[in-house]
């Protein structure tokens, strides 16, 4: 079976950094993009980042990019999110994602993606 487990979420301070990770097991190949995709409260989900099965490409949501960092370890099958300069407007619910993929720019659709985590709370205080 499928399984995607996140861990790295919490409260941190505005300014702050979070690393989060997941770790993913049992995908039928190893042709998976990966993601990240968040809701806030009253929110729909939102588009992260993404990155490529070789971890040469990646795109990101133009709210995060300068400040998080989509990476992966393909030996692990983990794909981690390092957020940095952290504000409140990025308290959501953290979601990690895979998606089969080939070559080129992953989808930043959520309805792409086949697996999904549990989703984790990050909270940024004022």
């Known amino acids: 079976q499928v399984q995607l487990v996140e861990s790295g979420g919490g409260l941190v301070q505005a300014g702050g950094s979070l690393r989060r990770s997941c770790a993913a097991s049992e995908l039928p190949s190893s042709n998976y993009a990966m993601g990240w995709f968040r809701q806030a409260p009253g929110k729909e989900r939102a588009f992260v980042a993404t990155?490529?099965?070789?971890?040469?490409?990646?795109a990101y949501a133009d709210s995060v990019k300068g400040r998080f960092t989509i990476s992966r370890d393909n030996a692990n099958n983990t794909v981690y999110l390092q957020m940095n300069s952290l504000k409140p407007e990025d308290t959501a619910v953290y979601y990690c994602?895979?998606?089969?993929?080939?070559?080129?720019?992953?989808?930043?659709?959520?309805?792409?993606?086949?697996?999904w985590g549990q989703g984790t709370q990050v909270t940024v205080s004022s």
């Open positions: 990155i490529n099965r070789s971890g040469s490409v990646t």
């Open positions: 994602a895979a998606k089969y993929h080939t070559t080129g720019v992953p989808s930043i659709r959520d309805y792409r993606y086949n697996y």
